[in-house]
């Protein structure tokens, strides 16, 4: 899959179904041809699956989980002793001196305001080199404190599907693009920053460092949604700041590799990601080729690496083989 | 759901996929449309003005500060008063934006170099100020004059704010560098002048003499151009509420 094509993706556009006979690599096609023909598949993934489940293991999501927490909690340790070593909020801070701005924040700014100060410029520099180099939406999964409660309430939301209690109603993926660009004309037209206003990242970066205030209802309202009606709804289909850093990631050098040699396709990995449709290579007859990284859109959250049991999903830093 | 396509009937009735395609689409517009109306009702607190907010020193223009500030709050962090705070929801746009509460705690200048203008990373606190005696914050005024102290000869004997006040202020003859709170520093004056006596700025509170006679004490609060609005008269006024409050982002010579 082409670059422009994933980047439709996150935009919006549906993936693009099973691919042609001559759309895909002769390599591909003998590989899928020589793991089919040995039939038996139906008894190999019901071993490979008792197997995985038997070391069942969350070391990505652990991992993830950790990073939140200790990455906030930096914010909050440093103001609270006074270190001086973090200063700020997620929106912008100081590292170490260093200045940080969360791209989508500044650019707000910088369309409300419309002028930019030397400063904002260089923690937007900063920072975009810094998420570029880490994977661009591994912002979301590694850091966003909101993608942890999100992460919660889903799994609440998930024992009440299976309870048949609630019923997941998505909505289209193109929403977040639209909103994107109404926010961006609001802050241009108004000359307010009116995503901050509802931003549960800013909210709740803000609240933790510098105590709760009314603002957290918001973000509780959107919790509660999530849980009863729509499966990750704000990361899903709304946040601007996902979306930035999706861009960002495009060229990333940080990305999930996905591997069709030993998949066996069965699906696990679509039903625990937040991002279905960068998976969808992994059905049977989508991937052109043997290897592929998954598209921007996918925050290397690593949940889809904890549940293959084929092993045919794996982090890689494109590149680094080269130089090791 | 998945079965559907090859077994439901072709055109006229929309199939399965393409009404549930239908539904996902109303409910995107419907949640969208909540999403950024949430957002704009941001704007009735700001244009109504609903919470007017004395803004910490080098605050561009209201709209401007507004537009500016990122809401990151590093400019909370490097105050030595902690005098700022974050605006909250009821703030609409001003959610996260910092505010000086002078009342509870007025900017005193401990920091002597107005560190938050250093602190903010966008310009919303104008980096062209670097002096105490620049920044136009608001404009202190006796607002309750009958019940100033000084306009009545009363004097002040005791802690200016009671007990339990949280307030802090820095007393060049107590600890030039650090300050301490406002319940350590007990008066015993025959005359109030507390929002004149501890005024950061020089000349900008001076207490009049009502008359000639001498054994008149009483007194008037006089504010000066030099004020600057910090607040610290606001905050050592000893009654409840304060004879002399700062009115956001008024200028001398506006009245």
Same mark, same amino acid.
């Given at each position: 899959?082409?670059?422009?094509?994933?980047?439709?993706?996150?935009?919006?556009?549906?993936?693009?179904?099973?691919?042609?006979?001559?759309?895909?690599?002769?390599?591909?096609?003998?590989?899928?041809?020589?793991?089919?023909?040995?039939?038996?598949?139906?008894?190999?993934?019901?071993?490979?699956?008792?197997?995985?489940?038997?070391?069942?293991?969350?070391?990505?999501?652990?991992?993830?989980?950790?990073?939140?927490?200790?990455?906030?909690?930096?914010?909050?340790?440093?103001?609270?002793?006074?270190?001086?070593?973090?200063?700020?909020?997620?929106?912008?801070?100081?590292?170490?001196?260093?200045?940080?701005?969360?791209?989508?924040?500044?650019?707000?700014?910088?369309?409300?305001?419309?002028?930019?100060?030397?400063?904002?410029?260089?923690?937007?520099?900063?920072?975009?080199?810094?998420?570029?180099?880490?994977?661009? &939406?591994?912002?979301?999964?590694?850091?966003?404190?909101?993608?942890?409660?999100?992460?919660?309430?889903?799994?609440?939301?998930?024992?009440?599907?299976?309870?048949?209690?609630?019923?997941?109603?998505?909505?289209?993926?193109?929403?977040?693009?639209?909103?994107?660009?109404?926010?961006?004309?609001?802050?241009?037209?108004?000359?307010?920053?009116?995503?901050?206003?509802?931003?549960?990242?800013?909210?709740?970066?803000?609240?933790?460092?510098?105590?709760?205030?009314?603002?957290?209802?918001?973000?509780?309202?959107?919790?509660?949604?999530?849980?009863?009606?729509?499966?990750?709804?704000?990361?899903?289909?709304?946040?601007?700041?996902?979306?930035?850093?999706?861009?960002?990631?495009?060229?990333?050098?940080?990305?999930?590799?996905?591997?069709?040699?030993?998949?066996?396709?069965?699906?696990?990995?679509?039903?625990?990601?937040?991002?279905?449709?960068?998976?969808?290579?992994?059905?049977?007859?989508?991937?052109?080729?043997?290897?592929?990284?998954?598209?921007?859109?996918?925050?290397?959250?690593?949940?889809?690496?904890?549940?293959?049991?084929?092993?045919?999903?794996?982090?890689?830093?494109?590149?680094?083989?080269?130089?090791? | 759901?998945?079965?559907?396509?090859?077994?439901?009937?072709?055109?006229?009735?929309?199939? &399965?996929?393409?009404?549930?395609? &239908?539904?996902?689409?109303?409910?995107?517009?419907?949640?969208?449309?909540?999403?950024?109306?949430?957002?704009?009702?941001?704007?009735?607190?700001?244009?109504?003005?609903?919470?007017?907010?004395?803004?910490?020193?080098?605050?561009?223009?209201?709209?401007?500060?507004?537009?500016?500030?990122?809401?990151?709050?590093?400019?909370?962090?490097?105050?030595?008063?902690?005098?700022?705070?974050?605006?909250?929801?009821?703030?609409?746009?001003?959610?996260?934006?910092?505010?000086?509460?002078?009342?509870?705690?007025?900017?005193?200048?401990?920091?002597?170099?107005?560190?938050?203008?250093?602190?903010?990373?966008?310009?919303?606190?104008?980096?062209?100020?670097?002096?105490?005696?620049?920044?136009?914050?608001?404009?202190?005024?006796?607002?309750?004059?009958?019940?100033?102290?000084?306009?009545?000869?009363?004097?002040?004997?005791?802690?200016?704010?009671?007990?339990?006040?949280?307030?802090?202020?820095?007393?060049?003859?107590?600890?030039?560098?650090?300050?301490?709170?406002?319940?350590?520093?007990?008066?015993?004056?025959?005359?109030?002048?507390?929002?004149?006596?501890?005024?950061?700025?020089?000349?900008?509170?001076?207490?009049?003499?009502?008359?000639?006679?001498?054994?008149?004490?009483?007194?008037?609060?006089?504010?000066?151009?030099? @004020?600057?609005? @910090?607040?610290?008269?606001?905050?050592?006024?000893?009654?409840?509420?304060?004879?002399?409050?700062?009115?956001? &982002?008024?200028?001398?010579?506006?009245?």
């Amino acid at each position: 899959m082409g670059m422009m094509s994933s980047i439709a993706m996150m935009l919006g556009r549906e993936p693009g179904g099973r691919l042609e006979n001559d759309q895909v690599d002769p390599e591909a096609a003998a590989i899928m041809e020589a793991k089919f023909a040995k039939g038996t598949t139906k008894e190999r993934r019901a071993k490979l699956k008792a197997e995985h489940d038997a070391k069942s293991s969350h070391k990505w999501r652990n991992w993830r989980w950790f990073s939140i927490i200790v990455v906030n909690l930096l914010f909050v340790a440093s103001f609270q002793w006074d270190v001086q070593l973090i200063e700020g909020s997620l929106t912008a801070s100081r590292v170490f001196g260093f200045h940080f701005a969360d791209l989508n924040a500044a650019l707000q700014v910088m369309l409300a305001f419309k002028e930019v100060l030397i400063n904002l410029l260089i923690g937007t520099v900063t920072v975009f080199i810094l998420w570029w180099a880490l994977g661009g &939406r591994t912002f979301c999964s590694w850091v966003c404190p909101y993608h942890l409660l999100a992460e919660w309430a889903e799994m609440i939301h998930l024992k009440l599907v299976k309870m048949k209690m609630v019923v997941d109603l998505p909505l289209h993926r193109g929403t977040r693009t639209v909103l994107y660009v109404v926010f961006v004309v609001l802050a241009l037209v108004t000359g307010y920053t009116v995503f901050e206003a509802v931003s549960p990242v800013g909210i709740l970066s803000r609240a933790l460092i510098y105590g709760p205030g009314l603002a957290l209802l918001w973000v509780l309202a959107l919790l509660v949604f999530e849980i009863f009606v729509s499966r990750r709804a704000w990361c899903r289909y709304v946040c601007p700041i996902g979306l930035t850093y999706g861009i960002v990631g495009t060229t990333s050098p940080v990305h999930v590799k996905y591997d069709i040699v030993n998949c066996l396709h069965e699906g696990d990995c679509r039903k625990v990601c937040m991002v279905p449709h960068v998976l969808e290579v992994t059905k049977r007859g989508h991937a052109a080729k043997v290897a592929q990284g998954l598209g921007p859109d996918c925050t290397r959250c690593g949940m889809c690496i904890d549940v293959c049991p084929t092993g045919s999903l794996a982090f890689e830093v494109r590149g680094l083989n080269k130089l090791l | 759901m998945m079965s559907d396509t090859n077994t439901s009937p072709p055109a006229k009735v929309p199939s &399965r996929r393409a009404r549930a395609a &239908r539904r996902a689409f109303i409910r995107s517009v419907f949640f969208g449309g909540t999403v950024v109306g949430a957002a704009m009702l941001g704007f009735f607190p700001v244009k109504k003005a609903w919470t007017k907010r004395l803004r910490p020193p080098g605050a561009l223009d209201e709209d401007d500060f507004l537009a500016a500030c990122i809401k990151c709050g590093q400019c909370v962090q490097v105050c030595p008063v902690e005098a700022i705070k974050l605006g909250d929801l009821d703030e609409g746009f001003g959610v996260g934006v910092p505010f000086v509460g002078a009342r509870d705690q007025a900017c005193d200048f401990s920091c002597d170099a107005v560190q938050c203008v250093l602190a903010c990373p966008t310009g919303a606190l104008t980096h062209e100020i670097d002096r105490k005696e620049q920044v136009t914050m608001g404009l202190a005024r006796v607002t309750r004059p009958n019940a100033c102290l000084a306009r009545r000869g009363e004097g002040i004997k005791g802690t200016a704010r009671g007990t339990d006040f949280d307030g802090k202020l820095r007393y060049m003859e107590v600890d030039r560098w650090t300050p301490i709170p406002v319940t350590d520093h007990p008066y015993d004056l025959d005359l109030c002048d507390l929002c004149a006596r501890e005024c950061p700025i020089d000349g900008a509170i001076t207490i009049e003499r009502l008359n000639l006679d001498l054994s008149d004490l009483r007194g008037d609060p006089v504010v000066f151009d030099k @004020c600057v609005g @910090c607040g610290v008269c606001e905050m050592m006024c000893p009654v409840d509420p304060p004879a002399i409050v700062v009115v956001e &982002r008024l200028r001398y010579g506006d009245l």
